[in-house]
């Protein structure tokens, strides 16, 4: 048997080779390139080429052929270089657009007929492939030709430049020579155009932002920016190469913005001032737009606004007139902090941190005033107690979110807290809410921001004219005692025996300065009407059952009711259109000490039933203010002692700087307090032996057990 | 050889066997000073009381020629370590005299410079001061003592030392209304601060610092003074 070697086995036609052959097939060849490139009608057909050019290969003439197509094709291009190097001005680039497109064709003709070769001998042979070689040849002899490389440079710069000035020029020439810039190869595309290109462009914009930064003011200028910008963006996506878009931009940024930018804010504050004063949105968002390009632009408006908001909140707060009613000045807060809401979200894309600096700028200002707690809970009751029509659940809830947002602000909350007891007890007492929804909304509200025991339950009272209020649900506050007509302390004696009796153990305290009563009084003409009356102004009518006219003075005494309480009193009952069962000798509004009254015997209205209402939640009087700070200043003691305690007790041991920030950051939910206070509360404690100093280190505490 | 330390009691510094030896040589002298010790001190006691009462304590200073207010009879009330003011116990007079190898009144009056010297050192001193704040409480759990005597007391105890800030704190505890007592806390936040604060630039002085607020307020009362 013989044995079979497995082996590929020869081409069976075997041409026979001549080293004619090789030069003959190679003058075919060569003849076609011509052809190809003159744009004649070849006269062999593409297959003939094809396999002759396929036959040299095989007969290993590939070298042969290389070299001639290479040898072939340069001396073409040294032709086209020529000829473009003649175009005298326009039809320079034209001419080369032509060529470069004519040369792609011919290539793309030519690889296909060298095809065979370009598979096998030309890797083979670490040669370059034909579409390559044909590209570096274009670039080496044509683009890179002495006259032509700047030549081509230059001439598209100047059509840029061209087209800046505002002429007309062909994009899509510019387009062409541009992307065969980047065939080339994207090194061959910034060091012949791209590298220059933003050169020039440097220098353009330096010149142009000088020029307009003298002349324009503030917000042309910013205006002529964003014109720049977008022309350029324009141009890049036009003509350029995608990668130079986002180079060119920035170079109008830097020039335009960056070079200028301590100009720009100083013509900046003054303008940026006037534009939010004037809400003018769009220019601020253009501003904004164009400070956010710029390093640390964004602080400089931000440091602009906040100081503005600051100084306007100022003034509001320690305008004069504005306190004297406190409803419209805190609606002017509110108004104030929509504005700029809104600012930040047309304008300044609602940045996060404008926003912070917003916030802190209210916090700032608000706390400058002291009265600011307490004015914020008349805002409150006032828009609980009206009884507008048509105001709807919704508008409600969003006053009183809007008024959360205000107590975030507030640093002494546990301030505001005591004023929003007094006047919610006075609103559900005299019951003059707009809806209990309303007040439990805000309850719950304030004990989720502050998670502290704010008022809890509202009690559906019954209709005894005896409310008994426990002392834990209901906001306490010291009950001034005043002396009751004779005729009621009977009455109320019976109640408390009664009551006293049923419930023992526990206390009975009548908190007269909230209560109500109905009076029948019979008047001049004998008219009778029902008065519904609190019981401070019972107290004070009842008086004239046994007397003609009282003074003030003398009313007090009687009564025993608190000065500043019976005033109001007198002023309900005396003062009020509609309502005056009570007559003032002398006809001034305010009340004196002095001041005479007398029953009036001459009121008349057309209701047989009465209503007197007490006079409206004031805001407090000066020496009420100072009582009120006071006993906030007094409750604040045991707080912050117990705060030391705590911390004391967790660290043992612990430095007096750290005792003070520790205290603070415990209490600040309530308020800020004074590290003064603390300090003596930290002497309380030592002479009372809780705490005792280091005996080496004098700044260290050390807990007692 | 480890030196006894009592340096406050003011037994001299010997070795353990040289002190044997002292002991046990001397014993019949050393009891002979104690009973003459103990026969001066009933010579100024209080027959019915067993203890020398303030009338007592001024006979003794009159016989040492020293008045009863003079700082020095303090300095021997705390060598005794005698706990109420204006009265000694005869274990108190014994720990004292003892301590300064004196029975009779002329070798007592003796050692007074001797005495003032130790109580001076730095090192007493602190000690000294505290005492003399705790020697003038005089009620069952008092803390603090008032205004008037604190200032007759610092005048007494600093006086020398440190006049300035004495005097000056003395004019502004008499000027102000926040305080009515001090407490010991604040009695020695004063001592601290008269060592360690540069008078009269108080430019080391820190508010913000743990110094009582008492002192706050006089550095802030002396600054405004400055400014006057």
Known sequence: MK????????????????????EKTWKILEDAIHDIYNHNACDPTFDELSRNAYNMVLHRFGEKLYTGLEKTMTSHLKQISQSIESAQGESFLEELNRKWVDHNKALGKIRDILMYMDRTFVPSNHKTPVHELGMNLWRDVVIHSNKTKTRLRDTLLDLVLRERNGEVISRGLMRNLLKMLMDLGSSVYQKDFEDRFLEASEIFYSCESEKFIKSCDCEDYLKKVESCLNIEKERASHYLDSSSESKIISVVEKKMIENHRHTLIDMNKSVLVNMLRGDKYEDLERMFNMFRRVHSGLTIIKDVMTSFIRDTGKQLIMDPERLKNPVDFVQCL????????KVITLAFANDKSFQNALNSAFEYFINLSARSPEFISLFVDDKLRREIKGVGEEDVETVLDKVMMLFRYLQEKDVFEKYYKQHLAKRLLSWKTVSDEAERSLIFKLKTECGYQFTSKLEDSPTLSVQVLTTGSWPTQPSPQCNLPSEIRGLCEKFRNYYLGSHSGRRLTWQANMGNADLKATFGKGQKHELNVSTYQMCVLMLFNNADRMTCKEIEQATAIPMSDLKRCLQSLALVKGKNVLRKELMSKDISEDDVFFFNEKFTSKLFKVKIGTVVAQRETEPENIETRQRVEEERKPQIETAIVRVMKSRRVLEHNNVIAEVTKQLQARFLPNPVVIKKQIESLIEREFLERDKVDRELYRYLA | MRRAASKKTGQSNSNPSAADLFRSASSKANSKELERIDSLFY????????????????ALCADMEVDHTDLRILMLAWKMKSEEQGYFTVDEWRRGLKALRADTVSKLKKALPDLEKEVRRPSNFSDF??????????????????????????????????????????????????????????????????????????SDYDPELAWPLILDNFVEWLREKKKI
């Not at chain 1, 509110?334 to 809401?341: A, G, I, R, T």
């Open chain 1, 3 to 22: 044995k079979r070697q497995f082996c590929i086995e020869r081409f069976k036609n075997r041409v026979v080779v001549d080293s004619n052959y090789a």
């Open chain 1, 334 to 341: 509110l108004v104030l902090k929509d504005k700029y809401d």
């Open chain 2, 43 to 58: 010579s100024y006691a209080n027959g019915s009381s067993g203890l020398i009462d303030p009338e007592g304590i001024e």
């Open chain 2, 129 to 202: 001061y505290s005492y003399a704040f705790q020697y003038c409480l005089t009620e069952e759990k008092q803390k603090s003592i008032d205004i008037e005597s604190i200032c007759e007391l610092l005048s007494l105890v600093l006086g020398s030392t440190f006049p300035a800030q004495v005097s000056l704190f003395v004019e502004y505890l008499k000027n102000q209304n926040d305080y009515k007592v001090v407490n010991m806390d604040q009695w020695m936040g004063f001592f601290r601060f008269c060592n360690e604060i540069s008078f009269p630039s108080l």
